[in-house]
């Protein structure tokens, strides 16, 4: 039972690193129909940016987390108006963006590598202690990394339902020639979901470092499990994408204590793989009918 409790509590724990990030990736598919792969990039980015912040500026990190998620907000609109914002009336938008963001995610992870170094730093924002149930010993960063998602997610959902520029967004999503001819400012819109990515990327990277250490590669994995579970929830679907993020972090962690951290990786991608041949227009998304 206790280590049940344990491992259902880092399974947790990892869905809401997780969900931060493939919510990011699902806004941008979404609104944009693009896949951003330097999004690992802004992972370490946000990481580093928290990291600098406080150690080499000395600013409290009650500030430097949210400067951290400036910064990756920033990035996030500088590779709108660098490079999507040219390359997207393009025919072959879909093939060039993707390369396009691979290239910036390998210069991204070089450059950290410049000015950081391969030294694998620990991110001072770390919170030691726990507390005990009975013989279960729960600590504090597991309850406050997934209290601290679940916050981030909820206010993403208020934004996109209550908010014009929320609206305007899911409009976009839904049919960007309709939501053009509605008057939506298509090009702001689109900005808007870039730094809200970056954003949201930069907390997960913060996140993530706060358990295992800093690297210029640390969101090379994230990132392909983000991709998994908008995927498996349907692309566009921000909700999906967290209930999915939860349930693949639980399993994740299951995997990783029945059959080992080697095996635990390749036994989800095959669950992901067989679920998606089930329904490959994912769990929470739903098939399109074209009418000619």
Not at 216 to 232: E, Y
Request: proline share 3%.
């Amino acid at each position: 039972m206790e280590t049940a409790v344990l491992v259902i509590l880092g399974g947790l724990t990892l869905g809401g690193m997780y969900a931060l990030s493939a919510i990011g990736l699902s806004l941008i598919w979404g609104a944009l129909g693009m896949l951003n792969m330097a999004h690992g990039a802004l992972l370490a980015i946000g990481s580093y940016a928290c990291f600098a912040i406080f150690t080499y500026l000395g600013i409290s990190l009650i500030f430097a987390v949210p400067l951290a998620m400036i910064a990756g907000g920033i990035v996030g609109l500088a590779i709108y108006v660098v490079i999507v914002r040219h390359m997207f009336r393009h025919p072959s938008f879909e093939t060039n963006i993707i390369i396009a963001t691979i290239g910036l995610a390998i210069v991204s992870e070089n450059l950290i590598l410049r000015f950081f170094g391969a030294y694998p730093y620990k991110q001072p924002l770390s919170i030691q202690g726990g507390f005990r149930i009975g013989e279960i010993f729960v600590p504090y960063q597991n309850l406050i990394i997934l209290a601290c998602s679940s916050v981030l997610v909820a206010i993403v959902g208020v934004l996109l339902q209550n908010t014009r520029m929320g609206r305007a967004i899911r409009a976009t999503a839904m049919n960007k020639d309709a939501a053009l001819l509605m008057g939506v400012p298509i090009g702001r819109v689109y900005a808007q979901v870039m730094v809200f990515s970056g954003c949201l990327a930069a907390v997960s990277g913060i996140m993530l470092s706060t358990i295992t250490t800093l690297s210029p590669t640390m969101g090379d994995s994230p990132m392909i499990k983000a991709f998994i579970i908008v995927a498996v929830a349907g692309l566009g679907n921000v909700y999906g994408a967290f209930y999915v993020a939860i349930g693949l972090g639980v399993l994740e962690a299951v995997f990783q204590y029945g059959i080992g951290v080697r095996f635990a990786f390749p036994a989800l991608l095959l669950l992901v793989i067989v679920s998606l041949i089930w329904r490959p227009y994912g769990f929470f998304g739903s098939k399109t009918v074209v009418r000619n």
